[in-house]
């Protein structure tokens, strides 16, 4: 009689990524906890700093290519590495700026940022504001509203803390007026 062999239920196919069975690896859970958390959060960022919604798309999931296949694992600051990144992603993009004659495809998952990325009237409205600041202005701003201090800002961007802080004062004097806000208030709206 010939043996038969055990049947294996888990493979793994090495260089891959591929899976048979329910188990994935630790690792995989781990980014895709990280993209899940971060991807609409770094797309919005972008678009704080005047891209599109399909430009900060596409900036953003070229940042995080970037971290594969074990550099997210190195790195100190990932929140502040993938908006730095992404932003220069963004910024190369001026030479092939065209708009998608096509939708962007979902991820697996259903976490397409561009369907994350829904503005209300007043968000788009800030959203427009924002344009007219100075660059410096717009970049202390979206930092700052994406929950970064004025010294881990600096630390990304390569600039002193007092300069950020003064371009980030500025930016909100602005748009407090760009936005009315001072009357708003004062007329109790």
Same mark, same amino acid.
């Given at each position: 009689? =010939?043996?038969?062999?055990?049947?294996?239920?888990?493979?793994?196919?090495?260089?891959? !990524?591929?899976?048979?069975?329910?188990?994935?690896?630790?690792?995989?859970?781990?980014?895709?906890?990280?993209?899940?958390?971060?991807?609409?959060?770094?797309?919005?960022?972008?678009?704080? *700093? !005047? @891209?599109?919604?399909?430009?900060? @798309?596409?900036?953003?999931?070229?940042?995080? *290519?970037?971290?594969?296949?074990?550099?997210?694992?190195?790195?100190?600051?990932?929140?502040?590495?993938?908006?730095?990144?992404?932003? /220069?992603?963004?910024? /190369?993009?001026?030479?092939?700026?065209?708009?998608?004659?096509?939708?962007?495809?979902?991820?697996?998952?259903?976490?397409?940022?561009?369907?994350?990325?829904?503005? =209300?009237?007043?968000?788009?409205?800030?959203?427009?504001?924002?344009?007219?600041?100075?660059?410096?202005?717009?970049?202390?701003?979206?930092?700052?509203?994406?929950?970064?201090?004025?010294?881990?800002?600096?630390? @990304?961007?390569?600039?002193?803390?007092?300069?950020?802080?003064?371009?980030?004062?500025?930016?909100?004097?602005?748009?407090?007026?760009?936005?009315?806000?001072?009357?708003? @208030?004062?007329? !109790?709206?």
């Amino acid at each position: 009689m =010939t043996e038969v062999p055990a049947p294996i239920t888990t493979l793994l196919v090495q260089g891959h !990524g591929c899976f048979e069975g329910s188990r994935r690896p630790p690792d995989q859970d781990a980014f895709d906890a990280l993209y899940t958390r971060e991807m609409r959060a770094v797309t919005v960022f972008l678009m704080n *700093l !005047g @891209a599109s919604v399909y430009e900060a @798309a596409d900036a953003a999931h070229e940042a995080f *290519l970037t971290l594969l296949p074990d550099k997210w694992r190195q790195l100190e600051h990932p929140r502040a590495w993938l908006r730095k990144v992404a932003y /220069r992603n963004y910024l /190369r993009q001026v030479d092939r700026r065209d708009h998608p004659l096509d939708p962007v495809p979902d991820r697996p998952g259903g976490t397409c940022p561009v369907d994350l990325v829904l503005l =209300t009237e007043e968000q788009a409205r800030v959203l427009q504001a924002l344009g007219q600041l100075s660059p410096a202005e717009r970049e202390a701003m979206a930092w700052k509203l994406d929950g970064f201090t004025h010294e881990e800002a600096a630390r @990304a961007l390569g600039k002193s803390p007092s300069a950020v802080r003064k371009a980030y004062e500025r930016a909100r004097t602005r748009l407090i007026t760009l936005l009315e806000l001072k009357r708003e @208030a004062e007329s !109790g709206e």
